[in-house]
């Protein structure tokens, strides 16, 4: 495996970045980037130009940063995790325009219409919704998820991998958590953790028991993860990651596991008899059955959506947004985004097409009209702070009585003390104890 990367000099630390943000010498980053994002959102843009206006705009208001007083005399590590903040709260504010399964399906779903642009452009007002790579992308998305559970069945055996044992399972059983976290964050950066996380518990497993860490081995116990961990959108969420990260923090360690991921996903589309070890009448019998529960449970489902009234699609978007704020670890992040936005004055004109200057009175009569909306998401904020730090208490205990269980000759102290310095980071937490064990 590549060599870890360096410790940070500093934490990551998004809302301490929100709140130099605020701070009167930033006003016009502010500025800068409320226009940027009402400009995005007017035209849908195709993928290569979302990664070129993204890119650019990073770059450049970065320099802008440099020059505020707030971030003038800073050191590089305190500069470099605002860089990050920025990165994560402009991804944060774009994520429905720029992940694939975020943005609208086409008008329609059926090829011959699809085929027919025009008709769906003059049926939306909005174009015709998701499209090119985006579509492409979730396309993608369905043959694994396809592949997957027609391969449901496959173990450690069909993939050369030895027996994994008890302590084995639970290992790879923490992968697949981290994993699935995946689909919990919004900002590239917090999925590329998620990812290194998972891989990194994979080389740990690697390590206690002893075993080869190369390639050869590592890739086959990936490969065997995401089957069993089954991700939702997994193609969408590395093409995202690979559009829309930082280039110079995917290099390394974060590169390396990356590439393999890819070079997973590469496997699943094209996986067939060729790929296992395993007799012919054995592969033809597993599909079989596999393909019979699939289609049994495709029945089940179209006769239970008959049979259950329709919902007009506000109540699903209602629903899906009530889930996603159930759920999601980066709620207090995402709320605090908005309540910080909302504060921020009209928009000034910069790098040319991308921003524009819209200097009327309307702006402040709108922002004095939205005070009472602000202070209840204030409040809303506020309230969700504390519910995340509840499932970080949560989190925290899960991950430390996991550890208990893989490394069970350590005191319990001992791996709180891990935990607690690696900020509940698994990867390093595990780290950390095989170091100890």
Not at 18 to 39: G, I, K, Y
Not at 122 to 146: L, Y
Not at 147 to 172: A, V
Not at 277 to 298: G, M, R
Request: net charge neutral; aromatic share 8%.
């Amino acid at each position: 495996p590549p060599s870890p990367e360096p410790e940070p000099a500093l934490p990551f630390d998004f809302h301490r970045f929100l709140e130099q943000l605020r701070h009167r010498t930033a006003d016009p980053v502010a500025r800068f980037l409320r226009s940027f994002l009402n400009e995005f959102a007017k035209k849908q843009w195709m993928v290569h130009e979302q990664v070129k206006i993204i890119g650019d705009f990073l770059e450049f208001i970065a320099k802008k940063m440099a020059m505020c007083e707030v971030w003038r005399t800073v050191s590089d590590a305190e500069f470099d995790n605002a860089r990050e903040g920025m990165e994560k709260l402009v991804m944060n504010r774009l994520y429905s325009q720029t992940f694939s399964p975020a943005i609208p399906a086409p008008t329609s779903s059926s090829p011959r219409k699809r085929a027919n642009r025009s008709q769906a452009d003059q049926a939306s007002p909005h174009g015709p919704g998701r499209r090119g790579q985006h579509q492409e992308d979730v396309e993608r998305d369905d043959v694994i998820a396809q592949k997957i559970k027609i391969y449901g069945w496959i173990r450690e055996e069909h993939l050369d991998i030895k027996t994994l044992g008890p302590k084995g399972e639970k290992f790879l059983n923490l992968a697949q958590k981290e994993l699935l976290k995946i689909n919990s964050y919004r900002a590239p950066r917090d999925k590329v953790i998620c990812v290194l996380n998972c891989c990194k518990v994979i080389f740990g497993f690697l390590r206690n028991a002893k075993a080869d860490q190369s390639a050869d081995a590592f890739v086959p116990l990936l490969i065997y993860t995401v089957l069993r961990a089954h991700p939702d959108n997994l193609v969408s969420n590395v093409q995202y990651i690979w559009r829309f990260r930082n280039p110079d923090k995917l290099g390394g360690e974060a590169g390396y596991y990356m590439s393999s991921l890819m070079g997973v996903v590469s496997f699943i589309e094209n996986l067939d008899r060729t790929n296992l070890t395993i007799t012919d009448e054995a592969f033809e019998k597993n599909v079989e059955q596999a393909v019979s529960a699939i289609a049994e449970k495709n029945r089940a489902e179209d006769y239970e959506q008959k049979s259950t009234p329709k919902r007009n699609p506000s109540q699903r978007l209602s629903e899906k947004q009530a889930q996603f704020h159930q759920s999601s670890p980066e709620d207090d992040d995402v709320d605090a985004v908005t309540g910080l936005l909302r504060t921020i004055q009209k928009p000034l004109s910069s790098i040319g097409r991308m921003f524009s200057d819209d200097a009327t009175s309307a702006e402040s009569q709108r922002a004095q009209q939205k005070q009472s909306a602000d202070d209840a998401a204030a409040k809303q904020a506020s309230a969700e702070v504390a519910q995340a730090h509840a499932l970080r208490v949560r989190e925290h205990k899960l991950v430390v009585e996991t550890l208990q269980s893989m490394f069970p000759n350590l005191d319990t102290e001992v791996i709180e003390d891990v935990v607690r310095a690696q900020e509940g980071n698994v990867g390093r937490a595990v780290d950390g104890c095989l170091a100890l064990s």
